[in-house]
């Protein structure tokens, strides 16, 4: 468990440097002239030529997440407790419309869960205790058990570029169509004692900066990182779950994705 957290620390402050350098360096870049070298294009240059770039990447998440039970030796009771195992990854096409400015559609898949219960172990709630008709907060676990959200998702979205050299900060916004199930089951998902699923949509917020590779090539590539910010919110209501007639309604809501995202991508120029 304090591994986890520190993970999750670790997160959190790559995400907090990607800020930095998305908002605090690029004006620094903005003041310098940048030339390029050895006659190979600049990043602006590239952007005239090579309207049109697919990138492909995987990402972490940070987050918080509410679960209808959590096991009693964790120590994490309570309404909101990290994430685990949190990943994603994707494909983006982006075309500029000017040299500055660029439109891209990109396709996601995201996962994360929380342990909810320990094999041969009690796991606790208040809802448990209202499922019982208030007579224990435990519910026994043979199997250990999580709670699993997985989302897929495409978003249609603009990015305003900085270009300066081989260099290019940027940052912008999408709107988002998520198609997402969550699910108590067990680590490999062969048995499950409850799901729900559902389709929402919104915005998110991206800063990040392109590294150009090969510039006088006929297909130059960029390394990009980046981070990716904000997530729609959820409530599912899951029936007959581990008990018949027990349903948890999720009236907080969940993320669908963890709000807080750090990425690497390679992309290649058409």
Same mark, same amino acid.
């Given at each position: 468990?304090? #591994?986890?957290?520190?993970?999750?620390?670790?997160?959190?402050?790559?995400?907090?440097?990607?800020?930095?350098?998305?908002?605090?360096?690029?004006?620094?870049? %903005?003041?310098? *002239?940048? *030339? &390029? !070298?050895?006659?190979? &294009?600049?990043?602006?240059?590239?952007?005239?030529?090579?309207?049109?770039?697919?990138?492909? +990447?995987?990402?972490?998440?940070?987050?918080?997440?509410?679960?209808?039970?959590?096991?009693?030796?964790?120590g994490d009771y309570g309404d909101m407790n990290p994430i685990?195992?949190?990943? #994603?990854?994707?494909?983006?096409?982006?075309?500029?419309?000017?040299?500055?400015?660029?439109?891209?559609?990109? +396709?996601? %898949?995201?996962?994360y869960r929380k342990q909810v219960g320990v094999a041969g172990?009690?796991?606790?709630?208040?809802?448990?205790?209202?499922?019982?008709?208030y007579e224990t907060h435990y519910l026994h676990f043979d199997?250990?058990?999580?709670?699993?959200?997985? !989302? %897929?998702?495409?978003? /249609? #979205?603009?990015?305003?570029?900085? &270009?300066?050299?081989?260099?290019?900060?940027?940052?912008?916004?999408?709107?988002?169509?998520?198609? =997402?199930?969550?699910?108590?089951? !067990?680590?490999?998902?062969? *048995?499950? =004692? +409850?799901? %729900?699923?559902?389709?929402?949509?919104?915005?998110?917020? /991206?800063?990040?900066?392109?590294?150009?590779?090969?510039?006088?090539?006929?297909?130059?590539?960029? /390394?990009?990182?980046?981070?990716?910010?904000?997530?729609?919110?959820?409530?599912?209501?899951?029936?007959?779950?581990?008990?018949?007639?027990?349903? =948890?309604?999720?009236?907080? +809501?969940?993320?669908?994705?963890?709000?807080?995202?750090?990425?690497?991508?390679?992309?290649?120029?058409?």
């Open positions: 468990m304090h #591994g986890h957290r520190k993970g999750q620390l670790l997160i959190t402050a790559i995400v907090a440097i990607t800020i930095i350098l998305c908002f605090e360096v690029t004006p620094l870049l %903005a003041a310098q *002239k940048i *030339k &390029p !070298t050895n006659g190979d &294009p600049d990043a602006q240059s590239l952007a005239n030529t090579h309207k049109l770039s697919l990138s492909f +990447g995987g990402l972490l998440m940070s987050g918080r997440v509410t679960t209808a039970v959590l096991p009693t030796t964790l685990e195992s949190p990943f #994603g990854f994707g494909v983006s096409f982006d075309y500029n419309v000017t040299p500055k400015m660029r439109l891209f559609i990109d +396709g996601n %898949a995201y996962s172990e009690n796991s606790e709630s208040f809802w448990v205790y209202e499922m019982t008709d199997d250990d058990a999580f709670f699993d959200m997985r !989302t %897929a998702g495409f978003r /249609l #979205g603009v990015k305003y570029d900085l &270009p300066r050299g081989n260099m290019r900060p940027w940052f912008g916004m999408g709107v988002g169509v998520y198609s =997402w199930k969550a699910d108590y089951c !067990t680590a490999d998902r062969t *048995k499950s =004692w +409850g799901s %729900a699923t559902g389709t929402t949509f919104g915005p998110t917020f /991206l800063c990040g900066v392109d590294f150009m590779f090969a510039r006088s090539s006929r297909h130059p590539f960029m /390394l990009s990182v980046y981070g990716d910010f904000a997530s729609p919110v959820v409530k599912p209501v899951i029936d007959n779950l581990f008990i018949d007639g027990w349903t =948890w309604d999720n009236s907080g +809501g969940n993320h669908v994705m963890g709000p807080y995202r750090f990425g690497v991508s390679l992309g290649i120029f058409q």
